[in-house]
């Protein structure tokens, strides 16, 4: 029998109790809190999806901007997407995605997106891996680093306003990193019972070069230090960053950080006995291919055409062939052209990212090129290896 989906973008405070106990049973208690975390994203910001009246799932989106060549773009992260046991596998969750990225197209946003827990489900919608989530660990008598060249300034009770302008300049600066929503920056600050948050400005208070956001907590492996967020402007900042971490080591046996497959921070280490403890790679959709392009900032020095040839099974305003003129940094799309570079949407997010060279995805089969449309492609796309900082 063909069930009836009706997605509805009106949440009602009636049902913040079934969505949480959905919440709840499909991730296991992962969020903690699910009618809290419903209340700090905000009713309004979920979307519902009912058969026969009977809410069967949900998800939340989360407006807020992700950085690419300099330019701040518009980006909905999806988050908490569930479906009641009882309708898995009955089309109810690429329901729910098709109608959501309808909703963002109309509203004009470029860019959306998630965190696998399958991620064949989200490549039937157009999602692809856009870039990684790294957790990294070394353990405290192995930094070595003792000279601390700046000041430390503790910051309680810990304040957004404190941390965000610097933020904002490392995020400028970091290919991926997001314009943080609300409330990540609320999960980020604001401890829950089981733990006491510690905050430094690295540097002066009126010219900080940095800051760190850590919690101290005991495992059945020893006790652990977790830096919760940082910016590090300056080798001085990254100096500063290392010595204080190592100045636990009578207490603390590890050190755990986010960061990229590449990670800076470890080339100030005296040895290579950082290790990556997990990783994880998030997915791009790109729902409007025409504002993508032409929003985001590519390399200064570069000026050429991209011809594209673009398939999308669900928006249909992406499908076609597209220019990209590109110069000065800056982009331009027009409709027409050769199409000599030929993808789906959802090939288009690594590319976008700068995740695969155009010559990996063309040898994986995810595109078909002329040798001129590689060429341009790897000028215009040459990035550093995206990352973000922060899982929602």
């Known amino acids: 029998m063909t069930l009836q989906f009706e997605y509805s973008t009106l949440a009602h405070a009636q049902d913040i109790q079934q969505l949480a106990f959905i919440f709840k049973q499909c991730f296991v208690n992962a ?9 700090q994203i905000g009713l309004e910001n979920f979307r519902i999806i009912r058969e026969s009246q009977q809410l069967i799932g949900g998800l939340a989106t989360l407006d807020m901007g992700q950085w690419w060549g300099g330019e701040c773009l518009p980006m909905t ?13 009955s089309g109810g969750a690429i329901a729910l995605m098709q109608h959501t990225l309808k909703e963002l197209y109309d509203r004009g946003i470029p860019l959306s997106a998630l965190y696998p827990a399958v991620q064949s489900l989200y490549r039937k919608v157009g999602y692809e891996q856009g870039g990684s989530w790294y957790i990294w660990e070394v353990a405290t008598n192995a930094i070595g680093l003792r000279e601390q060249p700046l000041p430390l300034q503790p910051v309680f009770p810990i304040n957004l306003e404190v941390f965000n302008k610097l933020y904002q300049q490392q995020a400028k600066l970091t290919h991926g990193y997001l314009d943080r929503h609300p409330a990540i920056w609320q999960r980020l600050i604001e401890p829950d019972e089981k733990e006491m948050t510690y905050a430094y400005l690295i540097g002066t208070k009126d010219q900080p070069q940095g800051y760190i956001i850590f919690t101290q907590e005991r495992t059945q492996n020893g006790e652990i230090i977790v830096v919760k967020d940082w910016v590090l402007k300056t080798a ?78 669900l928006l249909d305003a992406n499908n076609g ?39 990996h995805l063309q040898i994986a089969g995810k595109l078909h090129g002329t040798e001129t449309a590689i060429s341009a492609a790897t000028q215009i796309f040459a990035a550093s290896s995206p990352w973000v900082a922060d899982f929602f």
């Open 31 to 39: 969020i903690g809190g699910e009618e809290t975390y419903i209340n």
């Open 77 to 89: 992260g999806i988050a908490v997407v569930a479906i009641a046991p009882e309708y898995r596998g």
């Open 236 to 313: 001085a900042a990254t100096q500063t960053f290392w010595s204080l971490l190592a100045s636990h080591r009578s207490q603390i046996q590890q050190v755990r950080w986010k960061s990229s497959a590449i990670d800076t921070l470890t080339l100030a280490l005296p040895e290579q006995t950082a290790k990556i403890s997990t990783q994880f790679r998030w997915m791009l959709r790109i729902v409007d291919v025409v504002k993508a392009l032409s929003m985001r900032g590519y390399p200064s020095g570069i000026k050429t055409e991209l011809h594209l040839e673009i398939r999308d099974n």
């Open 321 to 359: 062939k597209f220019i990209l003129s590109v110069a000065n940094g800056r982009g331009e799309v027009t409709k027409g052209g050769k199409g000599e570079l030929q993808l789906d949407v959802r090939e288009l997010a690594p590319l976008y990212t700068s995740l695969f060279s155009p010559y």
